[in-house]
C-alpha cells in the first residue's frame, strides 16, 4: 500500500470543493439576499504555491456564486467550475483536457456530493469536519477544519513530497 507521500509525489492536479473546505460551510446574506463567503488567507497562499510549481488546480462546485469567481481568478486558478450537480463528470472532463489518470488528481471534500470523486482520485482528502462518510473515504484527513488551513496542509503535503515547496 502506498504511503500518502508517495500518493502525494503523483499528483498534477488538485481539485477542491469550496463550502466546507474553502470556508468554514457556513452562509452569509446581506438583507438584499446576497451571498457573502470568508477565506483563509493561508489556504489561498497554499493554492498560489501550487500553481506557481506548475501544477494544476480546479475548483468543482455545486453551488453558484460570485465570490467564488472573484477569489480564484484573483489567485490565477486555471478551472473554476461552478454549478456542477455531477462533480465526476467535470473532473472526466479535465483528465481528458490535461491527459491526465485519476492517480494524478487529489481532491478534497467535505460532504456526501463529493464521494462520487473521492471513491476515483489518487489522493481522496478531506478537512477534519468533514462528515463520517467523506472521512471513510479519504486518504489523508486534515488536522484543520474546513476555512481554518486544511487545504494549505494539502498543499504543503503535496509540494513538500514533490520537493517543490
Excluded at 497554499?46 to 460570485?66: E, M, P, S
Excluded at 490565477?76 to 462533480?87: A, F, S, W
Aim: charged share 30%; net charge negative.
Amino acid at each position: 500500500m502506498a504511503t500518502i507521500e508517495e500518493k502525494a509525489k503523483k499528483i498534477k492536479l488538485l481539485a477542491f470543493d469550496v463550502d466546507g473546505v474553502m470556508t468554514d460551510g457556513g452562509l452569509l446574506f446581506t438583507e438584499d439576499g446576497k451571498e457573502i463567503k470568508k477565506y483563509n488567507a493561508k489556504d489561498g497562499q497554499g493554492i498560489a504555491n501550487c500553481i506557481k510549481a506548475g501544477l494544476t488546480v480546479a475548483i468543482i462546485t455545486a453551488r453558484q456564486n460570485g465570490t467564488v469567481s472573484h477569489r480564484f481568478e484573483n489567485l490565477k486558478v486555471q478551472e473554476i467550475h461552478q454549478g456542477i450537480k455531477n462533480k465526476i463528470v467535470k473532473l472526466d472532463e479535465l483528465l481528458e483536457k490535461y491527459h491526465l489518470t485519476y492517480e494524478e488528481v487529489s481532491y478534497m471534500g467535505d460532504d456526501l456530493p463529493d464521494i462520487c470523486i473521492l471513491e476515483q482520485v489518487g489522493l481522496a482528502t478531506c478537512p477534519n469536519d468533514a462528515v463520517d462518510e467523506v472521512k471513510s473515504k479519504c486518504n489523508f484527513i486534515s488536522s484543520k477544519d474546513g476555512g481554518r488551513g486544511a487545504v494549505r496542509e494539502l498543499t504543503d503535503l503535496v509540494l513538500k513530497s514533490q520537493n517543490k515547496l
